[in-house]
């Protein structure tokens, strides 16, 4: 099982709107709505930021959006703050024996 | 609030076992499915294990498989990880993680698992 494909890198300016992408197969992010998204400081621990594609869990900011098409769901950051500058992981759930996969990570930069 | 503690990481060589322990506490621990996730260093996230809220199913990952055992101790809110014939490559940072439908919740802070000669 492959990871999902995530750019390395997003960069954005404070107020603005980012993408960032995740790319799957028919087995994983295209034949369920089962992705999810992380936050990750250095040092830390993940957060949840969205399940099944685009909700939020109790407490999350609602400056966080999710979607999906076919096999790429895509996390969308408005309003972007120096706090967002973290490393974002997409997960979803698979058809292989290998039941979960994590996207290969991407890093947001607030400029 | 929940809490979820790992401990028992440490430096072990290539070959020998090391069992990781997770304390679970602030929610009913048998109503929910548990993960343990890892992260080598500088690298993704991977998932690794899971059992199930009733404990009548154990997934693996292929990498770990028949090598890694997830247990669950209930009467001491308990899950534990058994490693056996580790490898340089399962160097990490081992995350216990709640399941919460197809995501994970909570994660505890990791415990790092070295393996070296």
């Known amino acids: 099982q492959s990871a999902l494909t995530q750019p390395a890198s997003v960069s954005g300016s404070p107020g603005q709107s980012i993408t960032i992408s995740c790319t799957g197969t028919n087995s994983d992010v295209g034949n369920y709505n089962y992705v999810s998204w992380y936050q990750q400081h250095p040092g830390k621990a993940p957060k949840l930021l969205l399940y099944?594609?685009?909700n939020r869990p109790s407490g999350a900011s609602n400056r966080f959006s999710g979607s999906k098409s076919g096999n790429t769901a895509s996390l969308t950051i408005s309003g972007l703050q120096a706090e967002d500058e973290a490393d974002y992981y997409c997960?979803?759930?698979?058809?292989?024996?290998?039941?979960?996969?994590f996207g290969t990570g991407t890093k947001v930069t607030v400029l | 609030q929940v809490q979820l503690v790992e401990s028992g990481g440490g430096v072990v060589q290539p070959g020998r076992s090391l069992r990781l322990s997770c304390a679970a506490s602030?929610?009913?621990?048998?109503?929910?499915?548990m993960h343990w996730v890892r992260q080598a260093p500088g690298k993704g996230l991977e998932w690794v294990a899971l059992?199930?809220?009733?404990?009548?199913?154990?997934y693996y990952a292929d990498s770990v498989k028949g090598r890694f055992t997830i247990s669950r101790d209930s009467s001491k809110n308990t899950l534990s990880l058994q490693m056996n014939s580790l490898r340089p490559e399962d160097t990490a940072v081992y995350y216990c993680a709640r399941g919460m439908r197809s995501s994970f919740d909570y994660w505890g802070q990791g415990t790092l698992v070295t393996v070296s000669s």
């Open positions: 099944d594609v685009n």
């Open positions: 602030g929610f009913s621990f048998n109503n929910y499915v």
């Open positions: 059992f199930s809220y009733d404990g009548s199913n154990k």
């Open positions: 997960s979803s759930y698979t058809s292989s024996t290998t039941l979960y996969v």
